[in-house]
């Protein structure tokens, strides 16, 4: 493991007493403790120019910025993800601004705002008009589909592996206004990209308007092409909804590259911010299309998408916290992310693919597949599989899916801060149960 000599940077121990004992540290001594971890990524970034994967010194030195509890393998990205200390700084320099002098709250915290959209937007390759702050991907997926004026008998397609946070909203529209849902079946198993996208062109009618589609699909790990997706769709006159939830901080993204019209994700999954902020970008030139849905007076002088950020009171905190959460990311660069996220999926499939009797239903391809892998083995419970590497290993995966649709299996996230060791640790526990099944 990379010592780090910097001498304002905490060990996780230390940090965390520090913190527990209720000593918060002032604001300068949070934001020197950043400088240094930044500093110290600049530093193993020039040592480690193509060399840090698969393991080794580069993402030791990455994973101590962590401040998860050291003996515990979290690879499940799902809900909730760890943060990076640099993140819970930011934040707690925002609370205790609350805490000391509200009037700064609403006086000096705003000012951040435009910034961190500005580098959000920078980020995902979108214009600063394009992106939002929502507070999660739930909201974002809200606000386009109750903000778009669809007509009784209009259809929507969606995948068969949606979300209930795309499916609430998308039943709430049918049921409300009399739109037409229509299910298009992707798999599992998923086949290529060529196939995906012809199982929804074979569904579009006249009375089709959009696609709302999961970019990551929580239950099999596929990742959507949505360039080509997109391409068809627009060629159809169709307008295309990402639900991307695990998108930000699991692979390099690039708007202007999907070409989607409207994209949502949950940075506190992948990319270490606090729950409470979210991403909504909106194309430019179908802004006009979307009414806003929570909104104040002057929601129609907005410029651009910032019309579509929630209205009210915000929490700054969220926000200062996801201009941290990008810094993190941009010192360590979003290439060599997603690089790393892949390597250890595929160090993941390459093992299950081993196991005797195991299924897994997430494509090999990395150009369908990120950091999701999705797998059952059969005659065994997946609980079982949960419960066991947990009590075994303080390794943490989840249940997925559903016995009536044949998803129902286990999910294991592979995120930047896990090692192919601990990898492997997991096969060893899921070759074991598979090998003494009765
Ligand atoms: C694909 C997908 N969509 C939507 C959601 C809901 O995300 P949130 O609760 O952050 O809005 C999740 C949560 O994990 C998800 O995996």
Redesign the pocket.
Known sequence: MIKNDHPSVFSRRDFVRTILAGTALSGAALAEANAGIYQSITSINAKFLDDEAPDGAYWEGIRAHYLFEDDLIMMNN??VGPMPKPVFNRLMRAFRTQAENPYDVYNFLPGFREGVRDKLAAFINASPDEVALTS??????NFVIHGLDLKAGDEILMSNL?????LGPLGLKARRHGIVLKEVRIGPPHKDTAEIVRSFEAAISSRTKLIVV?????ITGLITPLRELSRMAHEKGLLVLA????GLGIMSLDMKNLGIDFF?S?P??WMGTP?GI?LLYVRKDVQDKVWPTVVSTGWDKAAGARKFDPSGQRAEAMILALDEALDFQNRIGKVRIERRIKTLAGHLKQGLAKIPGLKINTPSDPYLSAGLTAFAVEGLDPARIVDYVREKYNLVVRTIGSKEAGTLGVRVSTPIYISTKEVDLLLEGVDRLARNRT
């Open positions: 799902g809900t999660n991907t739930t909201e974002g997926l949606e979300h209930p946070g795309g999961s970019h990551t699909v929580f639900d991307s939830a695990h949502c949950s506190y999954k729950t979210g």
